[in-house]
C-alpha cells in the first residue's frame, strides 16, 4: 500500500536554532509532496508544494530562506527549520500525491516540533 | 474565507451511522469534493472523494446534492475508532493544494 513516512516523529530544540525533518514517500512514485503546518490550535497551514518537472512554491508567509526544502526524488523530501522559535512551534505533515485531478493525498503522521 | 463549512462537533453511540454535512455554496465546477480526517497525533486520513451524485467506498459513501453546493459523508456502524475531526474540502483544478477548515469533531460512545 501506498505509505508516506515522516522523521522523526518529535523534536526538541532551542530557540534561534535549526531543525530538519524528513518525509519518504514508500509504495508509489509521489508527483507532488507538499508540507504543511498544524498550529497547536489545529489550524492548517500550507508551506509549499513541489511538483515532478517544476520548481518548490512556497505559501505566503513562508519563504525558502526559513524553511528551505530538498527533494532528491519525489519519494523523499526534508525541509529544514531555520532559526526556529515560539511560533514555528507545531505539527508538520508531509503529504504526497501520486498525480492527477482527484488523486487522494497521502499523509505522514507529522513531525511535532517544540521549540524551547 | 473558508470554502466548506460543518458542524463543530457530533455524537454517535458505537454502531449507528453517522451523517456529517458539509456546505461548500461557492463551488466551482472544477472543484472536486473531499473528505478527511484526523485522529490524535496523526497525520489526516484519506476516506473518500467525489465530483456529483454518489460515492461508495469500503470506508463510507458521499452524497453530493444535485446543485454541488451540499456534500453528506456517510459512515456506517461507526466505532470507537472512528472517533476523529473530519474535514471536508474542496480542491482548485489542477492543483491539490487542500484547504482544510476546522472540521467537525466526531465523539463516539460506547
Known amino acids: 500500500g501506498a505509505l508516506v513516512y515522516q522523521y522523526p516523529r518529535r523534536t526538541i530544540c532551542k530557540s534561534g536554532t535549526s531543525m530538519r525533518m524528513e518525509c519518504q514517500a514508500v509504495?508509489?512514485?509521489?508527483?507532488?509532496v507538499a508540507w504543511y503546518r498544524q498550529s497547536p490550535q489545529k489550524t492548517f497551514e500550507l508551506i509549499a508544494l513541489?511538483?515532478?518537472?517544476?520548481?518548490?512554491?512556497?505559501e505566503q508567509n513562508f519563504t525558502q530562506e526559513k524553511f528551505p526544502i530538498s527533494h532528491p526524488n519525489l519519494s523523499f523530501s526534508s525541509m529544514t527549520v531555520l532559526n526556529a522559535y515560539l511560533e514555528d512551534r507545531g505539527l508538520y505533515l508531509c503529504?504526497?500525491?501520486?498525480?492527477?485531478?482527484?488523486?487522494?493525498?497521502?499523509f505522514g503522521k507529522g513531525t511535532r516540533l517544540t521549540v524551547v | 474565507l473558508a470554502k466548506t463549512t460543518q458542524p463543530p462537533s457530533m455524537e454517535a453511540y458505537e454502531g449507528q451511522e453517522v451523517n456529517v454535512s458539509c456546505s461548500h455554496t461557492?463551488?466551482?465546477?472544477?472543484?472536486?469534493i473531499y473528505w478527511y480526517r484526523q485522529v490524535p497525533h496523526q497525520g489526516p486520513q484519506f476516506i473518500i472523494q467525489?465530483?456529483?451524485d454518489y460515492v461508495v467506498n469500503e470506508v463510507a459513501s458521499l452524497f453530493i446534492s444535485a446543485d454541488r453546493k451540499l456534500s453528506t459523508l456517510s459512515l456506517p456502524w461507526v466505532s470507537l475508532r472512528d472517533a476523529a475531526v473530519y474535514y471536508c474540502?474542496?480542491?482548485?483544478?489542477?492543483?491539490?493544494?487542500?484547504?482544510f477548515g476546522s472540521g467537525t469533531q466526531l465523539t463516539v460512545m460506547p
Open positions: 509504495g508509489f512514485q509521489a508527483t507532488s
Open positions: 503529504g504526497a500525491s501520486r498525480g492527477g485531478q482527484g488523486t487522494e493525498v497521502f
Open positions: 513541489s511538483t515532478v518537472n517544476s520548481a518548490i512554491k512556497y
Open positions: 467525489g465530483y456529483k
Open positions: 474540502i474542496v480542491t482548485e483544478w489542477a492543483s491539490w493544494q487542500l484547504i
Open positions: 461557492n463551488i466551482a465546477t472544477s472543484e472536486y
